[in-house]
């Protein structure tokens, strides 16, 4: 019980820490679909690795009926996760995804295959993946990258790069970049 408060203080925390729109706590855990999405996700998580797969898929498609956010119960999602906006966000079952990530609407984590096998990426720890973007198929995207809007991506991104545009091309983060790759500052 103490772990799910501490994990739920944890999330409005980092709700606060990535959009400058949050205002209050008790606020933010009332409006906030990104939150929701994420909290359906953990319980239909659990009953997936349990076995209650039947129960999982239909939490999970009440999840997407409510938040408009579709996460397959069998991907596994880190801590400090946060979506903003939300609408139109696809995480396929095989997806892993680190702690510390942040995605904005529209992104898929999707798969490029319809074998049963690991088909959809990796996303290590502290990646920020915007809007609109498309990662496709069991690649990994590196800790500390960031996939610029719009951007379809189908290779591996190193650690550390910014990668943008259709097919997406990878760039090193400059070293001054090393504040919040989608700095709060610089959007509404
Ligand atoms: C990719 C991103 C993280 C920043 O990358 P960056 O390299 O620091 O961006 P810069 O502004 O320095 O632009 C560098 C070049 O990349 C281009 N670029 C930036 N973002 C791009 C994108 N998403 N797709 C294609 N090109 C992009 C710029 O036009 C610029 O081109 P130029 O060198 O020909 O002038 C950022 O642009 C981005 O897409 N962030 C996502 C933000 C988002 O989804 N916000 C939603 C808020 S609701």
């Given at each position: 019980?103490?772990?799910?408060?501490?994990?739920?203080?944890?999330?409005?925390?980092?709700?606060?820490?990535?959009?400058?729109?949050?205002?209050?706590?008790?606020?933010?855990?009332?409006?906030?679909?990104?939150?929701?999405?994420?909290?359906?996700?953990?319980?239909?998580?659990?009953?997936?690795?349990?076995?209650?797969?039947?129960?999982?898929?239909?939490?999970?498609?009440?999840?997407?009926?409510?938040?408009?956010?579709?996460?397959?119960?069998?991907?596994?999602?880190?801590?400090?996760?946060?979506?903003?906006?939300?609408?139109?966000?696809?995480?396929?079952?095989t997806?892993?995804?680190?702690?510390?990530?942040?995605?904005?609407?529209?992104?898929?984590?999707?798969?490029?295959?319809?074998?049963?096998?690991?088909?959809?990426?990796?996303?290590?720890?502290?990646v920020?993946?915007?809007?609109?973007?498309?990662?496709?198929?069991?690649?990994?995207?590196?800790?500390?990258?960031?996939?610029?809007?719009?951007?379809?991506v189908?290779?591996?991104?190193?650690?550390?790069?910014?990668?943008v545009?259709?097919?997406?091309?990878?760039?090193?983060?400059?070293?001054?970049?090393?504040?919040?790759?989608?700095?709060?500052?610089?959007?509404?």
């Open positions: 019980m103490l772990s799910v408060v501490k994990m739920i203080r944890e999330d409005l925390a980092n709700a606060r820490d990535h959009d400058p729109a949050a205002r209050g706590d008790l606020e933010n855990a009332i409006v906030y679909s990104g939150l929701h999405a994420i909290w359906a996700h953990r319980i239909a998580h659990a009953w997936w690795k349990s076995g209650f797969r039947g129960p999982a898929r239909i939490l999970s498609q009440l999840n997407r009926f409510f938040t408009g956010i579709e996460i397959h119960p069998g991907a596994t999602i880190g801590r400090r996760f946060f979506i903003d906006h939300g609408m139109g966000v696809v995480i396929g079952e997806s892993e995804i680190g702690d510390g990530v942040m995605l904005y609407h529209g992104v898929t984590l999707g798969g490029q295959v319809l074998t049963q096998t690991k088909r959809h990426p990796t996303i290590e720890d502290n920020t993946i915007g809007a609109g973007a498309k990662v496709l198929g069991p690649i990994t995207v590196g800790a500390g990258s960031a996939i610029g809007s719009n951007a379809v189908t290779k591996d991104v190193p650690a550390n790069h910014i990668a545009g259709i097919p997406a091309k990878a760039r090193p983060r400059g070293k001054e970049e090393t504040i919040k790759l989608v700095d709060p500052d610089y959007y509404i």
